[in-house]
DNA sequence: AAGCTTTACGCGATACGTAACAATA
DNA sequence: TATTGTTACGTATCGCGTAAAGCTT
């Protein structure tokens, strides 16, 4: 039994389709398909009616996907807790990728594991199950029932095609923002969730001409002028050399969190972040 | 993570030694050595000290081998669930090699597994693994901690080279098996343990001049004259062709129980061979 | 035709077994 | 020298991705 196959067997379900499912794990659809009819010859029992919008539960699929949560949750405590048993006391931190890329690499964690998720409910999550010891998530999406400890705020950053004229402008107000078009990624994101949030609670109307996903890039519909696009600060600073103007956005900031389970763990990576602090 | 992995791990935990665990798992013992350096990978900690007589677990290695007994039995019985969910309500049934040959094929179980294990102490530790629905085992084995059936009786039949004359004999007593080289499984097998202990209780005196293991082929030992050995009847029923006398042997007998967890399940199983009599 | 899954097939990684090697009592 | 574990290497299987082919709506 390969507990591969039950991860992905969970995320099939969760989808409701197989695509979607092969898109999250990054794997090709017709892998996801025979790891699946694996698992179902494996316990020799239908576990998805295959439909032609998507996939049905069969009863022994529920069940399957309930105790094999549960199975995982546990594979994944088990490394954990080896990892703790290291002399090194490895943690596994959890964090979106811009924290991953502009923020972690000031400290000195090569004796630790990061695990990058694109969003804060899945860092969340992955704490819930056991992947990760420690997440750093925007503290918009804490839900109180973890121990946190807030760790910096920033804005958010307009990026801007200079075509705009917008350059001179030492902030960037919702009712300029209105005026033009507006490309984001596409749910689920962080950033998104909040700017429709901001919008929606400030009677805001915004253009928004385009959503891109994942590991497309963004910034390339913005230099060519397509449309503005907003991004945390920390990831604006590897994008000054792009021929684009960078401006704060007003009303809008982010705070990234520290969370973890027990304060135990919360506080040896603060001791962590506080000791190596490289400069 | 491969369960096979862990399942290995624990055989290798158990028997103190890879080459041992390997025979057992009957896989070569350079595989055996790289699945465990595959988990220690995996975990990136030392798992098991390697000295020249064997294995010496560490800290961690003791932590994974708890955890992971938990983690299999759990897979274990997911797999059993979704086994009762089939229409079919398949069932996994453990026995001895021989109940397997002898006994089961006068049922008709084709809708259930068979699980075959070398000796009744296994067949118990596989149901309280959930590896399987319900055992049959040599009733001396019970130890009382789950529901019980008996099913049959039976003497055990020693196999005795011609030239020893004793083919006229309806029954052999054990002051006649004192007298010649027996040879037996090593251990451990029911059989064995059954004949030990029954000369310690009798005060015989028993020649062993030889122990195969199992796989071996101990009736090629007896055919060539070497000495004779003791199995059980059903066993041996397969053997008439050969050029050898069997004679039931005195106050050694054999009883086949079912044991399960729950009386519901002993019930399926007893309907199962009640109903499924082929003549 | 569009949207989903399955089948076919080639390729690379993985995991096995055999054989040779190393270390220790 | 016997016992135990490791390394090296050839081979087979497994699992992936690409491309093409069913199925329903």
Same mark, same amino acid.
């Given at each position: 039994?390969?507990?591969?196959?039950?991860?992905?067997?969970?995320?099939?379900?969760?989808?409701?389709?197989?695509?979607?499912?092969?898109?999250?794990?990054?794997?090709?659809?017709?892998?996801?398909?025979?790891?699946?009819?694996?698992?179902?010859?494996?316990?020799?029992?239908?576990?998805?009616?295959? !439909?032609?919008?998507?996939?049905?539960?069969?009863?022994?699929?529920?069940?399957?996907?309930?105790?094999?949560?549960?199975?995982?949750?546990? *594979?994944?405590?088990?490394? /954990?807790? =080896?990892?703790?048993?290291?002399?090194?006391?490895?943690?596994?931190?959890?964090?979106?990728?811009?924290?991953?890329?502009?923020?972690?690499?000031?400290?000195?964690?090569?004796?630790?594991?990061? +695990?990058?998720?694109?969003? *804060?409910?899945?860092?969340?999550?992955?704490?819930?199950?056991?992947?990760?010891?420690?997440?750093? #998530?925007?503290? @918009?999406?804490?839900?109180?029932?973890?121990?946190?400890?807030?760790? +910096? *705020?920033?804005? @958010?950053?307009? =990026?801007?095609?200079?075509?705009?004229?917008?350059?001179?402008?030492?902030? /960037?107000?919702?009712?300029?923002?209105?005026?033009?078009?507006?490309?984001?990624?596409?749910?689920?994101?962080?950033?998104?969730?909040?700017?429709?949030?901001?919008?929606?609670?400030?009677?805001?109307?915004?253009?928004?001409?385009?959503?891109?996903?994942?590991?497309? +890039?963004?910034?390339?519909?913005? /230099?060519?002028?397509?449309?503005?696009?907003?991004?945390?600060?920390? #990831?604006?600073?590897?994008?000054?050399?792009?021929?684009?103007?960078?401006?704060?956005?007003?009303?809008?900031?982010? !705070? #990234?969190?520290?969370?973890?389970?027990?304060?135990?763990?919360?506080? *040896? +990576?603060?001791?962590? #972040?506080?000791?190596?602090?490289?400069?």
């Amino acid at each position: 039994m390969n507990l591969e196959w039950l991860q992905s067997y969970i995320v099939i379900v969760e989808e409701k389709s197989i695509t979607k499912a092969a898109e999250r794990l990054n794997i090709s659809q017709p892998a996801l398909s025979k790891q699946l009819k694996g698992l179902e010859s494996e316990y020799n029992i239908l576990l998805l009616n295959r !439909t032609t919008k998507g996939i049905e539960v069969t009863k022994a699929g529920f069940h399957l996907y309930n105790q094999a949560k549960s199975l995982i949750q546990q *594979s994944n405590l088990i490394k /954990l807790e =080896l990892q703790e048993m290291n002399e090194s006391h490895k943690m596994t931190i959890g964090c979106l990728p811009s924290i991953a890329t502009s923020y972690l690499p000031n400290f000195n964690l090569k004796n630790h594991c990061v +695990f990058i998720q694109n969003y *804060s409910k899945a860092l969340i999550h992955s704490l819930e199950n056991n992947q990760v010891n420690i997440s750093l #998530i925007d503290n @918009y999406f804490y839900d109180g029932s973890l121990v946190k400890k807030d760790l +910096f *705020s920033e804005k @958010y950053v307009a =990026l801007i095609p200079k075509k705009y004229n917008l350059g001179q402008l030492n902030e /960037l107000s919702w009712k300029i923002i209105e005026e033009y078009p507006l490309i984001l990624h596409s749910s689920p994101c962080d950033t998104y969730s909040k700017i429709k949030s901001h919008a929606y609670n400030n009677t805001i109307n915004l253009n928004i001409t385009k959503y891109v996903p994942f590991g497309d +890039f963004l910034y390339g519909y913005v /230099l060519s002028g397509e449309g503005m696009t907003i991004v945390p600060q920390l #990831i604006s600073q590897n994008l000054r050399h792009l021929d684009i103007d960078l401006i704060p956005v007003e009303d809008l900031e982010l !705070t #990234i969190s520290a969370v973890a389970k027990t304060n135990k763990i919360l506080n *040896s +990576f603060l001791d962590l #972040i506080q000791d190596e602090v490289i400069k």
